[in-house]
Structures are given as structure tokens and as C-alpha cells.
């Protein structure tokens, strides 16, 4: 169940893709042009909580996601991470030059 007072339950941001369990969008604090968040649709505080499904699905987005990013900012390449605690979110997908 999605909570109503979670930013990442209710992003209102452009959704960048999504599938079953879960979603993409571009972070509101961004590291870098581009930086973007994959989050579970259900309310979880760290990747640990997900099911396999969820889990799965949410790596699953970071591919299609990559494609955008690439056609959209042209990024030298990728940082891909994985945050877990109160402050985090599932993962994020941050373009980067190496
Ligand atoms: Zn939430």
C-alpha cells in the first residue's frame, strides 16, 4: 500500500518508464543532469523489504531507463546504486562523466 505522505509514493514527476512494481522518474535533488530514481510501487524503506517480483521489476527498468537517459543527456557513461535506509529509495541511475 502507497502512503500519502511518501515522495516516493507520489513523485509528480514525469514518468520516465515504469512496469508492474515499478516506477522511474528524474530525482528532485539531482546529483547530476539526468539523475534518475527507480522505486518499488509498494512503500518500502530499503531494497531488503522487496519481494522477488518487486526486486526483479524495479532492476528490470534500468535498462529501458539507460536508453532514455542516453538519447536525453548523452551521458559518458553510468552510476548505478542502490540506497538503503530511511533516506533512500530502491535504486537510482545517475549519468556521469568518467
Ligand atoms: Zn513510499
Do not use: W
Not at 522505486?39 to 534500468?62: K, N
Not at 538519447?71 to 529509495?89: L, S
Amino acid at each position: 500500500m502507497n502512503r500519502t505522505d511518501c515522495i516516493f509514493c507520489n513523485p509528480k514527476r514525469e514518468i520516465l518508464a515504469e512496469n508492474r512494481h515499478g516506477l522511474a522518474f528524474l530525482d528532485s535533488y539531482p546529483v547530476s543532469r539526468g539523475h534518475a530514481l527507480i522505486v518499488p510501487r509498494r512503500h518500502a524503506i530499503t531494497l531488503f523489504e522487496l519481494s522477488d517480483e518487486e526486486y526483479a521489476d524495479c532492476f528490470q527498468l534500468v535498462l529501458p531507463l539507460k536508453d532514455l537517459l542516453l538519447a536525453r543527456y548523452a551521458p559518458d557513461g553510468f552510476n548505478v546504486g542502490a540506497n538503503c535506509g530511511e533516506a533512500a529509495v530502491a535504486s537510482g541511475l545517475v549519468p556521469g562523466v568518467f
